[in-house]
């Protein structure tokens, strides 16, 4: 840092001219879609919300949030929900009881899809054949073979798909990618990366409103192509519990890890995954594990990622992680980013002093060892405060939205699109068919799936 500048300047000079995110060329040889349909700047864009459960409620905030942008339409299967998103947009958006009524509406330019994730790939991929710019939110897939599916559909539309992982939108993993590109840590071998968790709230387990039963709750609209099952308030509401809907902590929250990881390391996708996942704790309440440990390795990149998660104890807090190079380390936590530099001091004490004592007396009296190394340390680490950058500024759910707001206006590339959705949620599926198999699993780049 130049001596004058504080923290934040250098953030925000470190920030400007950087490129917003990565754009990742659509393949060729596309077949042709729908002509475009090209919002002008001064139009304002109208949003509809295909699921307005909790999620859903701060992408109505960060939407409102921006420019030119207005919520005209709603659905979702439960009656309250539809009411409060109604009330959060002043009155302005229409219940549109269904969602293929919604996606009927020529008016509406985008939608925000925020169903449970079984829902996913029929929600958007017909969103995208009505015609529609598409927010999805993470992960994209509820099975990794959805994800070439995904892929293909984009590829022959001029259509906007952008994932909703929005960390990857935060000026703090942008600036942890300049850092990274810049060569600052050196050569990087290992990533760690964590997300515990110790409360009924981190495990999912939330709070069902008391007004939910048979009639406020439409059971069919919520089951779609999930396999038949009695009426169940929660699995409505604690559908991350059960495997028919999700991946559990892999797909919910690795996948933020994941979709960080190949954003700030600018790489593609994991070559081999190892897991293991228990249920130790959580056995009555939830079919997915609440203990998770992975190992995944980039052998072309030349590093190696440790994933660990669990719901009984809140150490690692909210994903936290660390990218580890030879000559530094960037530790993420919270919004807070800190780079650590290496000096390790060589401690060859307690080897020497089982040398004869002559030999050891040598030792120490060559001026290359003193310059090294000093008598009574043990490999610590000297030297090492940090520079610390903070999230200053926006949520990165508004900065993500501002993304996908950005790209509708101007048909520019999405942040976060179909291939990059992919390979963000096809890493947490191999750790769940790892778990299954008791073994590991390896990427078929070709096919864009699990290697047979
Ligand atoms: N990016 C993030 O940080 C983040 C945070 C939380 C959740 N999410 C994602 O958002 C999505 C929703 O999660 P949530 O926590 O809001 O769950 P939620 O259960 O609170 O909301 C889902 C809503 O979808 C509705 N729904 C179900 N089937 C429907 C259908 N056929 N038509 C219309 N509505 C339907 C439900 O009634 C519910 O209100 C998930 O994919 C989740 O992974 C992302």
């Not at 001596?3 to 990742?24: C, D, T, W």
């Not at 999620?55 to 309250?80: K, N, S, W």
């Not at 979709?259 to 390391?265: D, E, L």
Request: include cysteine; proline fraction near 6%; charged fraction near 25%.
């Amino acid at each position: 840092m130049k001596p004058g500048i504080n923290r934040r300047q250098f953030m925000q000079k470190s920030l400007v001219g950087a490129a917003a995110a990565p754009v990742i060329a659509r393949s060729v040889g596309a077949e042709p879609g729908p002509a475009p349909k090209p919002v002008a700047p001064n139009d304002r864009i109208q949003v509809g919300v295909i699921g307005v459960g909790a999620r859903a409620h701060q992408l109505l905030g960060a939407t409102m949030a921006q420019d030119g942008v207005e919520i005209v339409g709603v659905c979702d299967a439960y009656t309250g929900r539809v009411a409060r998103s109604i009330e959060r947009t002043g009155g302005r958006a229409k219940d549109y009881g269904d969602w293929r009524a919604l996606l009927d509406d020529e008016s509406i330019d985008a939608v925000i899809i925020a169903t449970p994730d079984h829902w996913h790939k029929e929600h958007a991929l017909a969103a995208l054949a009505a015609g529609k710019d598409v927010y999805l939110e993470k992960p994209m897939t509820l099975t990794i073979d959805e994800g070439p599916e995904f892929i293909a559909a984009t590829d022959k539309t001029d259509r906007i798909l952008q994932i909703g992982s929005n960390g990857m939108s935060s000026k703090l993993q942008q600036t942890a990618r300049e850092i990274v590109k810049s060569g600052k840590l050196g050569k990087i071998t290992l990533i760690r990366a964590s997300y515990d968790r110790n409360t009924d709230s981190g495990a999912w387990l939330y709070p069902i409103p008391p007004d939910a039963d048979e009639k406020t709750v439409d059971w069919k609209a919520f089951l779609g192509p999930a396999p038949e099952r009695p009426f169940s308030l929660e699995r409505f509401f604690r559908w991350r519990c059960f495997w028919d809907y999700s991946g559990g902590m892999a797909t919910d929250l690795f996948v933020h890890l994941m979709t960080t990881i190949h954003y700030v390391m600018d790489v593609d996708m994991a070559d081999m995954v190892m897991a293991t996942g228990q249920n130790y704790l959580h056995q009555e309440t939830h079919e997915v594990p609440d203990t998770l440990n992975a190992a995944l390795t980039y052998p072309k990149e030349g590093f190696t990622v440790s994933l660990s998660g669990t719901f009984n104890n809140a150490e690692g807090s909210q994903g936290g992680f660390t990218i580890m190079g030879t000559e530094g380390a960037l530790v993420f936590q919270g919004r807070e980013l800190t780079f650590k530099p290496e000096n390790p001091v060589e401690g060859n004490g307690w080897i020497v002093a089982s040398w004869p004592s002559a030999l050891e007396e040598a030792y120490w009296a060559d001026p290359e060892v003193q310059k090294r190394e000093t008598p009574g340390t043990w490999d610590s680490r000297m030297n090492t405060e940090g520079e610390t950058w903070s999230e200053v500024g926006p949520d990165s759910t508004v900065l993500h939205m501002g993304h996908f707001i950005e790209s509708v206006r101007t048909r520019k590339p999405s942040v976060q699109d179909a291939r990059r959705g992919h390979h963000a949620a096809a890493v947490p599926h191999m750790v769940n068919e790892s778990i299954k198999r008791q073994a590991p699993v390896y990427w078929d780049p070709q096919r864009e799936v699990l290697k047979t």
